[in-house]
């Protein structure tokens, strides 16, 4: 006697999503259990960058040792020094939130508060701070230092 099911024909009622209404343990499907656990233990070994802040900045440090320091000082300063065809302010050294273990690549900012401002690096430059100016055409520009700087926390 042929069947429809062995002639490869198969019940639409048995292939619709609406009649599967049941639930299965984990346990009757083979292994999904045991990778579940491998897969949950994986997921808590992951770990987060870490943000701070403090009083000289913040930061984020990466697990892969990549760290991110970032600030701008509330004080405006004043550029009033000539220098040849600019004029500078007075550095400031300010220290990073969190040291880094190799001299990091640096991106000075400056938010102008008078007149047009660029920022500057000054020497002083280490794994625990920065030295910045501002510069400007003329005397009198003024704004907020800052930094951005990008390094490692560990090797």
Known sequence: ???KASLGV??????????????QP????SGLEDELVTLGEAIDALE??????NANGS??????????CWFTSAATITTSSASGGIFTSSGGVMTFPE??????N???TVLTTTGVCWPGLATGLSVTQVNTVLLSAGAGGAGRRGYIAVGRWKA
């Open 1 to 3: 006697m042929t069947t």
């Open 48 to 53: 987060a960058p870490v943000y701070g802040e």
């Open 10 to 23: 198969v019940d639409p009622a048995v292939l619709d999503r609406d009649n599967h209404t049941g639930t």
């Open 26 to 29: 984990i346990s009757s499907v």
């Open 106 to 108: 640096v991106t000075p």
């Open 99 to 104: 040291p880094f273990i190799a001299i990091p």
């Open 59 to 68: 930061f984020l440090k990466f697990p892969d040792g990549t760290l991110i």
